[in-house]
């Protein structure tokens, strides 16, 4: 089942990020749902907004860095 969450986007080089809402797929087999408290974008993010790395594709989704509750588990069991 698809979910909703805010996401941090580039568009083109050298553009700003944009904070969106974005549709995301649910958890697959041994995947969870982590509920995000927060978030945060660091210096390989401005790297990939620069276009320092190789054959980028754009649009970007940043982030990388989050804390946050498990909400829901797979086949993964709890403390794996």
């Not at 978030?39 to 190789?54: E, I, K, V």
Request: glycine share 12%; net charge negative; aromatic share 6%.
């Amino acid at each position: 089942m698809p979910l909703k969450t805010q996401g941090a986007l580039v568009w083109e080089l050298n553009e700003p990020w944009s904070v969106e809402e974005i549709e995301i797929g649910g958890p697959r087999h041994s995947e969870v749902t982590v509920q995000l408290e927060t978030a945060g974008l660091c210096h390989s993010d401005h790297h990939l907004m620069r276009g320092d790395f190789p054959n980028p594709s754009y649009p970007v989704l940043g982030g990388h860095e989050g804390a946050g509750i498990i909400t829901e588990v797979t086949r993964a069991q709890w403390g794996q």
